[in-house]
Structures are given as C-alpha cells and as structure tokens.
C-alpha cells in the first residue's frame, strides 16, 4: 500500500488533489498509479509486488505543482 500524507506548509491537510504515482518495477516494467483521497489529506493506492528487489515510486499532482520520488524494497530471503 502506498499512503501519502499531503500538508501545507503550516500543517493544514491538502484535499482534492489528483495524486497519480508512477511504480518501476525490479525487472523495470513501469504501471501508473491513481492514488485515492480515503481521509483529509491523505491519498493511498494498493500495488502487489511481484519479485524481490527494489522498487521506485514517484508521485506528481496533475498540474505539476507537488512531486516526490521514493523507493521501497521487497528484501531477499537469507
């Protein structure tokens, strides 16, 4: 699950935002994501990982205002 917190710069929640992600894959295959307003400010969207590895993950608002880039990783068994 992928949950972005959206605040303003004095800590007020930022709704109604079209929060898209982007999620590149370990093998480099890139899906978009919708992220969906569940709570003030807060916006999630589900993906299943597929393989161990690492996964990058960017999120924009449509008109380009905010964006983040992030990574997440899916450790290999010892």
């Known amino acids: 699950r992928l ?3 959206a605040r303003d710069n004095a800590g007020g929640f930022l709704n109604g935002l079209n929060l898209i992600g982007s999620l ?3 093998d480099r295959q890139a899906v978009g994501l919708q992220l969906e307003q569940v709570a003030p ?3 999630e969207a589900t ?4 393989a161990e590895g ?3 993950i960017r999120v924009n608002e449509s008109d380009g205002a905010l964006n983040q880039t992030g990574g ?4 290999y068994s010892p």
């Open 3 to 5: 949950i972005v917190d």
């Open 47 to 50: 993906f299943t990982p597929g």
């Open 72 to 75: 997440w990783v899916m450790s």
């Open 41 to 43: 400010g807060r916006y």
């Open 54 to 56: 690492a996964y990058f």
């Open 24 to 26: 590149v894959y370990p």
